[in-house]
């Protein structure tokens, strides 16, 4: 049973700018964290930006300022809004949520029991 599912991935040039979409069931979407994470060939994978489920975020240093997580409750979507993208932000883009309790939702975590397939961003110069 597909629980997330991620959309709105593609290629752009430096400067652009993407949003990303994770549709998911009502039940994946009742969770204490749900975030996204990024992993590119030869590298570890990493937490980008999560959400708690107060609505509070937590962001990497490297996307700050630039990536917007949000939520639309009604449609158990969540979505990322990239601006001012770069070249090293090309990546395989991952949607997860955590419906384990949890102290910290940041982005170091990465405890979670649910992944969406993937979509992938390139960002080109």
């Known amino acids: 049973q597909v629980q997330l599912v991620e959309s709105g991935g593609g290629s752009v040039q430096a400067g652009g700018s993407l949003r990303l979409s994770c549709a998911a069931s009502?039940?994946?979407?009742?969770?204490?964290?749900m975030g996204w994470f990024r992993q590119s060939p030869g590298k570890e994978r990493e937490g980008v930006a999560m959400?708690?489920?107060?609505?509070?975020?937590s962001y990497a240093d490297s996307v700050k300022g630039r990536f917007t997580i949000s939520q639309d409750n009604a449609k158990n979507t969540l979505y990322l809004q990239m601006n001012s993208l770069k070249p090293e932000d090309t990546a395989m883009y991952y949607c997860?949520?955590?419906?384990?309790?949890?102290?910290?939702?940041?982005?170091?975590?990465?405890?979670?029991?649910?992944w969406g397939q993937g979509t992938q961003v390139t960002v080109s110069l």
């Open positions: 997860a949520a955590r419906r384990r309790p949890v102290a910290t939702c940041n982005t170091h975590l990465t405890s979670f029991g649910d």
């Open positions: 009502a039940y994946t979407y009742s969770r204490y964290c």
């Open positions: 959400m708690d489920s107060n609505g509070g975020t």
